[in-house]
């Protein structure tokens, strides 16, 4: 993998691909049976997912179906409300055995049943027993990509970001060999930009797409995350770009169940903005810890 202080293989400016993508209609018919505002949450006690008030009351609601796949992590929504989880284990391999680690789950945007969407290649084990560490909807795309460590051991890497359609089939596998966790896409003019958090050091990667998501060129290290506050053991766990700024959820990882990439660990941030003009990203705000989702 090549390496660039703060390069960016995308020479224009940025906008964001995920726009198209909406809360499911089956929580707006909720809204009358929760009080104040509502969010899906996979960082709650209980396993899966849950429909949680905000408002300190500590009321939620969870389908008879949510828990199905165990305890869950990374999590995205498409244009229809579908949501799309990744199951990540906790303290235990009893909720989540190894041999789920590489399903991937959808809840039906309308009906709120959560089913198994796709079983990616590879196998977790109880050395490692994450799967899916990042999940993002690129809406220009149609395409959900995914950042894994599927299979990877202490001195391999077999991990990477596959790009799947909607329908559950993998169409792309833009990054290969390299422990990914969080994943976003953006768009450059007519070119796309494949954004990855690496699970092994505290740094972002750039890989150019075309528009059926394959790589158009190979990873370049973009943003070194210790820049903007990163612990050495932090990695990007969760990326968003809107307004020309970069959030990145940072948490310690280590491919263990002690320090995981579930939402109970705690939650930093940090926010870079990309400059078209010098090609560099650059700290916007450094890391500081979140009080709340």
């Known amino acids: 993998m090549r390496q660039a202080a703060g390069a960016n293989p995308a020479p224009a400016a940025l906008a964001a691909t ?5 809360q499911p ?66 303290q235990s391999l009893a909720d989540n055995p190894p041999s789920g680690a590489t399903t991937l789950w959808r809840v039906d945007g309308r009906t ?15 050395r490692n027993p994450f799967g899916v560490l990042g999940l993002s909807y690129a809406c220009d795309l149609g395409l959900l990509f995914a950042g894994t460590v599927i299979g990877s051991t202490p001195s391999v890497e077999r991990g990477g970001v596959v790009a799947l359609s909607t329908d559950g089939q993998i169409r792309a596998t833009p990054v290969d060999g390299l422990d990914a966790m969080g994943v976003t896409v953006v768009r450059a003019d007519r070119r796309y930009l494949l954004l990855a958090g690496l699970a092994r050091r505290p740094a972002i990667v750039g890989v150019p797409l075309d528009a059926r998501g394959h ?8 943003i070194d995350l210790t820049a903007g506050g990163a612990t050495a053991s932090e990695r990007a766990r969760k990326l968003r770009f809107a307004n020309g700024e970069l959030s990145v959820d940072l948490v310690s990882f280590n491919y263990t169940l002690q320090v995981n990439a579930s939402g109970t660990a705690p939650l930093r941030r ?21 009080a709340g989702p």
């Open 25 to 90: 209609p089956f929580a707006q018919e909720l809204t009358a049976s929760l009080p104040g505002p509502l969010a899906l949450a996979t960082d709650r006690p209980m396993r899966g997912l849950a429909l949680v008030s905000l408002d300190g009351s500590g009321r939620s609601y969870q389908h008879q179906s949510w828990d199905d796949g165990g305890f869950m992590g990374a999590m995205t929504f498409d244009e229809a409300g579908n949501i799309y989880l990744a199951p990540t284990p906790r």
């Open 18 to 22: 995920g726009a198209c993508a909406r």
């Open 270 to 290: 940090a926010i870079w903005r990309y400059d078209p003009h010098t090609r560099h990203w650059t700290v916007a705000r450094q890391a500081e810890q979140q």
């Open 215 to 222: 790589a158009a060129g190979p990873p370049v290290e973009i």
């Open 112 to 126: 709120g049943v959560m089913r198994p969407f796709a079983t990616l290649p590879g196998a977790a084990s109880e």
